[in-house]
């Protein structure tokens, strides 16, 4: 039986088609810029959503529709470009945060600061709950996954050269950062851990699939899905220890300045990480 191969060696492509040649190499970088993206992913969508007052329901639609321009721009790229791609991963990240409000969430006090009876035009939310709302993007997640594998494609994300491939590996992020936005939810608002608690939980779980790397027996690529999902409640709840009030346990800096601040980081670790990808290939 074929052993898997490492997470640091996913970008190795033998074709200049694979998709790989268009996603970053897989390191520490790579780690440290999706949980950039995906705190502000969370923060910015709850400035859209919940500051501006759009609601989760005009916010989504508008979102989404961003994340598929993003998303035909990035299809459309015939080489790894890091504006183009992160861009992607933090529409997804914004999507994907009000999507999983809309799913979970109502008009219910709890929800709504200030008294306010209404956030935004259209339903305030499903009101399913967060653990109703895990079940079916796990569920949804999983078909995913299967479809992907009743295909016959590779699950080896660098061995993809097909429209349909690279679409079926963004619906799968798309709906793994809804999921994550769920969890981080769930652990800050539910789970009794606070928001401070809930990025440490998830950072211990981080760090133990950084050791199940090392055990040969274990899928690498099962366990990229895993951190890919797991980020995004650490960056569900960095976004939400930065906002919320100080009396919920949160820094109180506001979604506006909190977002302002992490753009300005992650764009700066896009031109690094574009200035490294042209010096690779210079040499």
Same mark, same amino acid.
């Given at each position: ?160 050269? %097909?429209?349909?491939?690279?679409? @079926? *590996? &963004?619906? $799968? ?5 809804? #999921? !994550?936005?769920?969890? =981080? +939810? ?30 040969? %027996?274990?899928?690498?690529?099962? @366990? *990229? &899905?895993? $951190? ?5 409640? #650490? !960056?569900?709840?960095? =976004? +939400? ?40 290939? $210079?040499?």
């Amino acid at each position: 039986m074929q052993q898997p191969e490492a997470l640091t060696d996913l970008d190795v492509a033998s074709t200049t088609n694979s998709v790989m040649k268009k996603l970053p190499e897989v390191t520490l970088a790579f780690w440290i810029m999706k949980i950039a993206a995906t705190t502000l992913g969370e923060t910015a969508g709850d400035l859209f959503a919940q500051t501006l007052k759009l609601g989760y329901f005009l916010t989504t639609i508008a979102l989404f529709l961003i994340f598929v321009v993003t998303l035909v721009v990035q299809l459309r790229s015939h080489r790894y470009n890091p504006f183009f791609y992160w861009t992607v991963i933090l529409s997804t990240s914004m999507a994907g945060t009000t999507m999983s409000d809309f799913m979970n969430r109502d008009a219910s006090t709890k929800y709504l600061s200030g008294g306010a009876t209404s956030l935004g035009w259209g339903p305030q939310g499903l009101g399913l709950g967060y653990p109703v709302g895990a079940a079916i993007l796990i569920s949804i997640l999983l078909v995913i996954f299967a479809v992907w594998r009743l295909s016959g494609m590779t699950f080896q994300i660098r061995d993809i050269v %097909t429209f349909r491939g690279e679409a @079926l *590996f &963004w619906s $799968a992020i798309l709906v793994s950062n809804t #999921l !994550g936005t769920s969890m =981080g +939810d769930f652990l800050s608002d539910s789970s009794g851990l606070g928001y401070a608690g809930g990025a440490l939980l998830v950072t211990g779980a981080l760090a133990l699939l950084a050791v199940l790397m090392k055990v040969p %027996t274990v899928p690498n690529v099962l @366990l *990229f &899905w895993i $951190a890919f999902v797991l980020t995004r409640p #650490l !960056g569900a709840t960095a =976004g +939400d220890l930065l906002t919320k009030p100080v009396a919920k346990g949160g820094l109180n800096l506001g979604t506006a300045g909190s977002s302002a601040v992490l753009l300005a980081v992650l764009l700066g670790l896009m031109t690094y990480a574009q200035v490294q990808e042209r010096r690779a290939a $210079a040499s």
